[in-house]
C-alpha cells in the first residue's frame, strides 16, 4: 500500500501511509485508537473505497473499491465487531460458508462441510446451532472459520483474542501457524503486547493516520513499542488506590438468575472499587447483566443504601441508581448511528427536556462538551456519528453518558477491551476518580493484571458462582487463576504468601 490517504468529514483519517507485507508471515500492525489502522485494512478490504494512492500484489498495481474486489484478490478481514458480520437467525453452518456461491443449496452437505471446517479448528459446536444462541467468543471462532474456508493469500484479524479465552487463544495461534506454513499472509492487529511477540514477525506502528516505524520482532522491546505508539515516554498505568473507604453502599445476597449466574454474595462500600475475576465463560458477563436488571432474577436480594430493590428491568436500575458499561459497546453500549452529543445524554435526557417534551439542545451540548473535554474524547464536533470514531474514543462515550446520571454504582464489564494503553490509562483515572467522589464500582474482567492494578478487593468467579473473595495487595495473579479454574473446587490444596507485589504491566 503506498501513500493511502483518507478523511471522513472533519477527519484526516490516513496521511500518505505506506505498508507492506508478505505472504507465509504473520505482521503485526499496532497503534493507539484513533491511529487509523483498522481504517487502513478496510480500505485493503474493500471497505471504504474513497481513498487516493495506491496497493499493489506482486508488484502489480490493482483496483479494490469493495469487499468483493478484495476477495477477488484473495483478502479476507475478520473484524473486532463480531455482531457486525454474523447474521444471528442463521445456522453457524450457514454463516460459517455464507460467502461460496450456490444457485441450489445441499443442506446435509452444506453442514457436513461446516463441521469439518470446525472440527479442523478443534471448535466444538453443532453447525446447525443458531448465531444468536452462541456466547461472544463462539461468534469470533465462527467468523474465523469463515475466513479460513475460503482460499485467501492475506487474513486480516483485528482484536481477534479479545473475547477468547486462553484456551481458545492457544487454539487460534495454531491456526495461524498453520496458514502461514501454507504461505498465507496474516495481518494482526492487537493491543495485547505479549500475544504480538509471540505470535509475529513483524511489527508496523501508526499515530494519528501516520505510519511511524517498521521492524521485525526480535528488533524491538515491549516499552518500545508502546512509546513509539502514544509518542512519550511511559508513566504508571495505574492510579493510585482510593483509601478512603466509607460504609457498605451495595449488597448482594444469595443472588440467581435463571441460567449461569448462582447463589452470588458480594458487598460494595462507598469509595470502593471491587473486583470481579474470572476466566472467559466464568459467568462475568451474566452477573453484570443481573445486577443490571436486563435478566431475571430469580432467587436473591440487591440491597442499595439499606433499601433492598426490585429489578425488573435497566430503567429500574438507572431510577436506583445503578450503571452499566456493557462488554459489547457497539451493540449494547451506544448508538453506533447517532451523533456523539445524543449518545452522551441518552441516559438522562430528563435534564435536557423542555415542556411538552422538547429537547433544550444548548443545555445538552453543554453538558456533552463537558464530558468530551473531561474524559479526552477525540472527536471532530459533537454532531459527528458515534460509528466514525475510534474504539477506544466509542468506549469512553459509553461510560460518558453515566457520567451525568450520577449514578451511585457504576458496573463495568471489561472496560478496556479493544483499547490501546493510552486509552485504558485514561479509562483506570476515570474509574479511580468515581471511586474518589464515593461511588461504589464493579469492575468484571478476565484481565487479571488490570483487576489487580485498579481494585480494592476482588471476587473469583467460576461456573457462575463466587469461590473466593481475596484483598487485591495480598494476592497475586497465580492465586487468582489457581481460583479462576476451580483449583479449590477439585480439592487441589495450595499455598501462597499472604502478599505480593502488585503486577503492574508497562
Not at 131 to 151: F, G, H, P, Y
Not at 290 to 311: C, D, N, P, Y
Not at 316 to 324: C, Q, T
Request: charged share 25%.
Amino acid at each position: 500500500m503506498k501513500d493511502i490517504s483518507i478523511d471522513f468529514p472533519g477527519v484526516k483519517a490516513l496521511d500518505r501511509v505506506n505498508f507492506s507485507t508478505a505472504t507465509g508471515s504473520v505482521h503485526a500492525l499496532i497503534g493507539a485508537n484513533g491511529a487509523g489502522k483498522s481504517t487502513l485494512m478496510k480500505v485493503l478490504s474493500g471497505a471504504y473505497g474513497h481513498y487516493t494512492g495506491e496497493i499493489l500484489l506482486d508488484g502489480t498495481k490493482v483496483s479494490i473499491r469493495s469487499p468483493r474486489d478484495a476477495d477477488d484478490f484473495g483478502i479476507q478481514t475478520v473484524y473486532q465487531e463480531v455482531d457486525t458480520a454474523l447474521i444471528p437467525y442463521l445456522t453457524v453452518g450457514e454463516n460459517i460458508l455464507l460467502k461460496h456461491d450456490r444457485t441450489f443449496i445441499n443442506w446435509k452437505k452444506l453442514h457436513r462441510k461446516a463441521n469439518e471446517i470446525l472440527k479442523d479448528m478443534n471448535i466444538h459446536l453443532s453447525s446447525k446451532k443458531l448465531v444468536k444462541d452462541l456466547t461472544l467468543a463462539e461468534k469470533q471462532m465462527v467468523l474465523i472459520a469463515r475466513a479460513v474456508s475460503t482460499e485467501c493469500r492475506f487474513l486480516i484479524l483485528d482484536e481477534p483474542t479479545a473475547p477468547l479465552s486462553h484456551t481458545e487463544t492457544r487454539e487460534l495461534f495454531r491456526i495461524v501457524n498453520d496458514l502461514k506454513s501454507r504461505d498465507v499472509g496474516i495481518i494482526f492487529i492487537s493491543h495485547r503486547l505479549p500475544e504480538i511477540f509471540e505470535i509475529c514477525d513483524q511489527i508496523t506502528i501508526m499515530r494519528n493516520g501516520r505510519l511511524v516505524s517498521k521492524d521485525y520482532i526480535s528488533k524491538i522491546c515491549q516499552n518500545e513499542v508502546i512509546e513509539r505508539m502514544l509518542g512519550e515516554k511511559l508513566e504508571e498505568q495505574f492510579p493510585e488506590r482510593n483509601l478512603d473507604i466509607g460504609e457498605t453502599l451495595y449488597e448482594v445476597r444469595g443472588l440467581a438468575d435463571s441460567g449461569k449466574v448462582q447463589d452470588i454474595t458480594l458487598t460494595a462500600r462507598a469509595g470502593e472499587i471491587i473486583g470481579i475475576a474470572g476466566l472467559v465463560g466464568a459467568g462475568k458477563t451474566e452477573l453484570c447483566k443481573t445486577l443490571f436488571g436486563s435478566a431475571k432474577i430469580t432467587a436473591g436480594e440487591v440491597w442499595l443504601h439499606g433499601k433492598k430493590l426490585r429489578l425488573r428491568s435497566p430503567h429500574e436500575a438507572v431510577k436506583e441508581g445503578i450503571a452499566l458499561v456493557p462488554e459489547e459497546r457497539r451493540r449494547e453500549g451506544i448508538l453506533v448511528e447517532e451523533s456523539v452529543s445524543a449518545n452522551l445524554s441518552a441516559a438522562s435526557l430528563g435534564q435536557f427536556t423542555k415542556a411538552f417534551g422538547f429537547l433544550n439542545e444548548k443545555a445538552e451540548n453543554e453538558k456533552a462538551w463537558g464530558i468530551v473535554k473531561n474524559l479526552g474524547i477525540k472527536t471532530p464536533g459533537l454532531e459527528t456519528k458515534t460509528k466514525n470514531l475510534s474504539g477506544g474514543n466509542q468506549q469512553k462515550i459509553a461510560i460518558g453518558k453515566w457520567l451525568l446520571t450520577d449514578a451511585e454504582v457504576y458496573i463495568f464489564d471489561e472496560p478496556t477491551k479493544g483499547v490501546d494503553v493510552g486509552a485504558k490509562k485514561d479509562i483506570f483515572k476515570l474509574i479511580s476518580a468515581l471511586a474518589k467522589r464515593g461511588k461504589a464500582v464493579i469492575y468484571a474482567s478476565s484481565e487479571l493484571s488490570e483487576v489487580i492494578g485498579i481494585t480494592n478487593r476482588l471476587y473469583v468467579l467460576y461456573d457462575g458462582q463466587v469461590v473466593k473473595e481475596l484483598q487485591t495487595d495480598r494476592t497475586n495473579e497465580e492465586e487468582i487463576l489457581f481460583y479462576s479454574t476451580g483449583g479449590e473446587i477439585s480439592g487441589t490444596i495450595k499455598k501462597y504468601p499472604n502478599t505480593a507485589k502488585n503486577i503492574r504491566p508497562f
